[in-house]
Structures are given as structure tokens and as C-alpha cells.
């Protein structure tokens, strides 16, 4: 428990990820992620700066390597830009690579 708390609160744009409480805030306002929402996002934000493929994201995300269909990253990515839509944080889809986050 001590190495969760000490996870840095990140901070991009008006949106404020907190790990240890695993809760995501947006102009002071919580927003209601599903766990693979928080993990999808968490990766994203930790990754900032990097263009993720599917593959990475189901990796970094899912902790695992899938070789076949990756249209749950797809689905989680819609989700979450549609709960990011009132935040200046989007994520932007980099066509034939991936997905990064963009503040």
C-alpha cells in the first residue's frame, strides 16, 4: 500500500489523476471511470508525450499481450472521450499507429 500512495497525482490540462484513490477529476469534478477506463487512461497520461498502438495499450493496460482483436481498445477509447468531452484533454487517434494523449 505505501508504493500506491506514494504514485504521483498527475496533472493535465483542468484533469487530475489521482492513483492512489484511483480517481480522475475534471475542473473539480469526478468523473465516473470503470476500472479498464482508469487503467486505459492512467497509461495514456503516463505515456504522454508517446503514441501507444492497441497492442501496447492492451500490455500497458490489461497487463497482457494479445495477438488477435483489439476492438476492446477501441470501445474503452470511446468511452473515454466521451466522458472527456467538457475536459481540454482529448485524446487524439494518430491514424495506422494509435492513440496518444493530448492536453
Known amino acids: 500500500m505505501a508504493a500506491e500512495s506514494a504514485e504521483e497525482v498527475l496533472?493535465?490540462?483542468?484533469?487530475?489523476?489521482?492513483?492512489a484513490?484511483?480517481?480522475?477529476?475534471c475542473k473539480g469534478n469526478a468523473l465516473d471511470l470503470r476500472t479498464q477506463e482508469f487503467?486505459?487512461?492512467?497509461?495514456?497520461?503516463?505515456?504522454r508525450s508517446l503514441v501507444l498502438s492497441r497492442e501496447q495499450l492492451l500490455n500497458l493496460a490489461w497487463g497482457y499481450?494479445?495477438?488477435?482483436?483489439?476492438?476492446?481498445?477501441?470501445?474503452h477509447i470511446a468511452?473515454?472521450?466521451?466522458?472527456?468531452?467538457?475536459s481540454s484533454v482529448s485524446i487524439e487517434t494518430v491514424t495506422g499507429?494509435?492513440?496518444k494523449l493530448v492536453a
Open 21 to 25: 484513490r484511483r480517481e480522475v477529476t
Open 11 to 19: 496533472r493535465l490540462g483542468d484533469l487530475v489523476i489521482d492513483p
Open 79 to 86: 468511452q473515454l472521450r466521451r466522458k472527456l468531452t467538457s
Open 97 to 99: 499507429v494509435g492513440y
Open 39 to 47: 487503467e486505459v487512461l492512467m497509461v495514456l497520461a503516463k505515456h
Open 65 to 75: 499481450d494479445f495477438y488477435g482483436q483489439t476492438r476492446t481498445v477501441d470501445v
